[in-house]
């Protein structure tokens, strides 16, 4: 018998929420990271169904990587009146058995639960493959694996087969599932941000814009708030796609936690969300009208290559190099410079940690050194929760004795056609990306730790005019506050609006 919504609200989804709790504390942490899956609490899973548009009279709800059926259970508690199919993979022995007990909660004639213990990947493209999606499904509501894909596992040559080049189990998902969809069919799924940018999921990001529209983005302030009871630090959002619609506007919810007791609403034409002319296809997450748009960087105006400048990842990858690398500086060795040698502003060289210093000076190492010049650079990762997520440093080459140096893999350098740059340019630079507008730029269009040097390339700059004297004012200040750089940086932009 169908359980009434009011029961299954008060009692169905609370008993499911007791479930998962006793499954989670079944599953060594080992497995869990084998799985790449984390079930989702009882309040998240209420809002993804939430997303959804009005009762259907009949839906066809896909749930891939179900666990042990929240999703499910909240698409119930919200649809149950309507006659629902319901198609749950789920591969894991010990998740199969509690999810078989969620399905068997809702037996009624207006339900048909089919438990499908088979691999998503495999079953999905088999079924594209011969043209078996039959009517499609109307809902997708998904909590995917998040772990990645080897180039040459079986899964990534099963995605190649469809068109679908992923490098993540949970685009791969995401992208399946959307391929399995009716037109109109609607899919609502939690995922990490990082599909947003980067080259890698480029063509996971052209293959959705190309099938669905991108209706709604939900965020939460804390990269802990979506999974609290696993400690998973990523920042994941929520996204609603619709299979075959027109592209619309785009609403962006936010909240401080799963309570959504402050939610955040506004909506964005998408060319906010995916800059018009951008071959990366870019996803741009603003947290208000007035903030995540890079016309909200004040000077940003230049791209690198209009101002003759170029940045590059530090080409020396020290476990390659084991041999040649020196915990002090010796006498046929030049500098070896790594995040660790940067910090509370200034560089400090060589410094005692489990980091060499050095780096022998030989045929085999040269073609990975760069002239002793001023550099800037951005450290590569930044902490969890770290208040910056973009960090720049100077690199001084008054501090070195040698003709050459060498960055480690770990920091982003500019440059020069791989040389120095000018002084003031390089604290012109320092200044400018250590600004707050650039930070918060940043943030809302990276949603992980990582800085790349495609994500520097692809931001905006001062001009070499305006770098110079921002550079010019940063050596007569020393190390100045944030404050002082924000006000500087405003300053020199307000001057520009008044010439």
């Given at each position: 018998?169908?359980?009434?919504?009011?029961?299954?609200?008060?009692?169905?989804?609370?008993?499911?929420?007791?479930?998962?709790?006793?499954?989670?504390?079944?599953?060594?942490?080992?497995?869990?990271?084998?799985?790449?899956?984390?079930?989702?609490?009882?309040?998240?899973?209420?809002?993804?169904?939430?997303?959804?548009?009005?009762?259907?009279?009949?839906?066809?709800?896909?749930?891939?990587?179900?666990?042990?059926?929240?999703?499910?259970?909240?698409?119930?508690?919200?649809?149950?009146?309507?006659?629902?199919?319901?198609?749950?993979?789920?591969?894991?022995?010990?998740?199969?058995?509690?999810?078989?007990?969620?399905?068997?909660?809702?037996?009624?004639?207006?339900?048909?639960?089919?438990?499908?213990?088979?691999?998503?990947?495999?079953?999905?493209?088999?079924?594209?493959?011969?043209?078996?999606?039959?009517?499609?499904?109307?809902?997708?509501?998904?909590?995917?694996?998040?772990?990645?894909?080897?180039?040459?596992?079986?899964?990534?040559?099963?995605?190649?087969?469809?068109?679908?080049?992923?490098?993540?189990?949970?685009?791969?998902?995401?992208?399946?599932?959307?391929?399995?969809?009716?037109?109109?069919?609607?899919?609502?799924?939690?995922?990490?941000?990082?599909?947003?940018?980067?080259?890698?999921?480029?063509?996971?990001?052209?293959?959705?814009?190309?099938?669905?529209?991108?209706?709604?983005?939900?965020?939460?302030?804390?990269?802990?708030?979506?999974?609290?009871?696993?400690?998973?630090?990523?920042?994941?959002?929520?996204?609603?796609?619709?299979?075959?619609?027109?592209?619309?506007?785009?609403?962006?919810?936010?909240?401080?936690?799963?309570?959504?007791?402050?939610?955040?609403?506004?909506?964005?034409?998408?060319?906010?969300?995916?800059?018009?002319?951008?071959?990366?296809?870019?996803?741009?997450?603003?947290?208000?009208?007035?903030?995540?748009?890079?016309?909200?960087?004040?000077?940003?105006?230049?791209?690198?290559?209009?101002?003759?400048?170029?940045?590059?990842?530090?080409?020396?990858?020290?476990?390659?190099?084991?041999?040649?690398?020196?915990?002090?500086?010796?006498?046929?060795?030049?500098?070896?410079?790594?995040?660790?040698?940067?910090?509370?502003?200034?560089?400090?060289?060589?410094?005692?940690?489990?980091?060499?210093?050095?780096?022998?000076?030989?045929?085999?190492?040269?073609?990975?050194?760069?002239?002793?010049?001023?550099?800037?650079?951005?450290?590569?990762?930044?902490?969890?929760?770290?208040?910056?997520?973009?960090?720049?440093?100077?690199?001084?080459?008054?501090?070195?004795?040698?003709?050459?140096?060498?960055?480690?893999?770990?920091?982003?350098?500019?440059?020069?056609?791989?040389?120095?740059?000018?002084?003031?340019?390089?604290?012109?630079?320092?200044?400018?990306?250590?600004?707050?507008?650039?930070?918060?730029?940043?943030?809302?269009?990276?949603?992980?730790?990582?800085?790349?040097?495609?994500?520097?390339?692809?931001?905006?700059?001062?001009?070499?005019?305006?770098?110079?004297?921002?550079?010019?004012?940063?050596?007569?200040?020393?190390?100045?506050?944030?404050?002082?750089?924000?006000?500087?940086?405003?300053s020199l932009h307000g001057r520009r609006q008044n010439r």
């Amino acid at each position: 018998m169908l359980i009434p919504p009011a029961l299954a609200e008060g009692a169905t989804l609370i008993a499911v929420d007791q479930v998962r709790h006793a499954a989670n504390g079944s599953l060594h942490p080992k497995r869990k990271a084998e799985l790449g899956q984390f079930m989702t609490p009882v309040p998240v899973a209420r809002f993804m169904a939430a997303l959804f548009a009005e009762t259907p009279e009949r839906a066809r709800l896909l749930d891939a990587g179900a666990g042990v059926g929240s999703l499910t259970a909240a698409f119930m508690d919200r649809f149950g009146p309507s006659w629902v199919q319901v198609a749950a993979y789920e591969v894991d022995p010990t998740m199969v058995e509690f999810l078989r007990g969620t399905l068997a909660r809702f037996e009624g004639s207006r339900f048909d639960g089919k438990l499908i213990q088979r691999d998503f990947i495999q079953d999905a493209v088999y079924n594209i493959k011969l043209g078996r999606m039959r009517q499609g499904f109307t809902h997708a509501i998904m909590n995917p694996p998040y772990k990645k894909i080897n180039s040459g596992s079986s899964h990534r040559a099963l995605l190649r087969a469809v068109g679908l080049e992923t490098v993540n189990l949970y685009t791969a998902f995401v992208g399946l599932a959307i391929e399995l969809m009716a037109p109109g069919g609607e899919l609502v799924a939690i995922i990490p941000r990082s599909f947003c940018n980067g080259p890698y999921y480029k063509p996971f990001r052209e293959w959705v814009f190309a099938r669905a529209s991108l209706d709604h983005l939900h965020l939460f302030d804390s990269r802990t708030s979506a999974f609290t009871d696993d400690a998973v630090l990523q920042e994941n959002v929520i996204i609603k796609l619709v299979r075959g619609k027109k592209q619309g506007l785009v609403t962006i919810t936010s909240s401080s936690n799963t309570s959504f007791s402050d939610l955040r609403a506004h909506a964005y034409p998408f060319s906010q969300i995916v800059h018009e002319g951008d071959p990366q296809r870019f996803i741009h997450i603003p947290s208000s009208p007035t903030h995540g748009s890079l016309d909200s960087v004040p000077l940003a105006t230049c791209s690198l290559d209009e101002l003759g400048l170029a940045v590059s990842t530090g080409p020396v990858v020290d476990f390659r190099l084991k041999e040649y690398l020196r915990a002090e500086p010796t006498p046929d060795s030049v500098p070896l410079l790594y995040p660790t040698h940067f910090s509370g502003g200034g560089l400090a060289w060589p410094r005692q940690s489990k980091k060499p210093n050095a780096l022998v000076d030989a045929p085999e190492t040269r073609k990975w050194m760069f002239p002793v010049g001023f550099y800037t650079v951005v450290r590569r990762f930044s902490s969890k929760e770290e208040p910056r997520r973009i960090v720049a440093h100077v690199v001084d080459p008054g501090m070195f004795g040698t003709n050459v140096l060498g960055f480690e893999n770990h920091l982003n350098v500019f440059h020069s056609r791989k040389h120095g740059l000018d002084q003031d340019t390089a604290y012109g630079l320092s200044a400018f990306l250590n600004s707050t507008a650039v930070d918060e730029y940043f943030r809302r269009f990276s949603g992980h730790t990582q800085v790349n040097a495609t994500d520097l390339r692809l931001l905006r700059y001062p001009t070499l005019t305006e770098l110079r004297q921002l550079g010019e004012w940063a050596r007569r200040a020393g190390r100045p506050a944030q404050m002082q750089i924000d006000e500087q940086v405003e300053s020199l932009h307000g001057r520009r609006q008044n010439r």
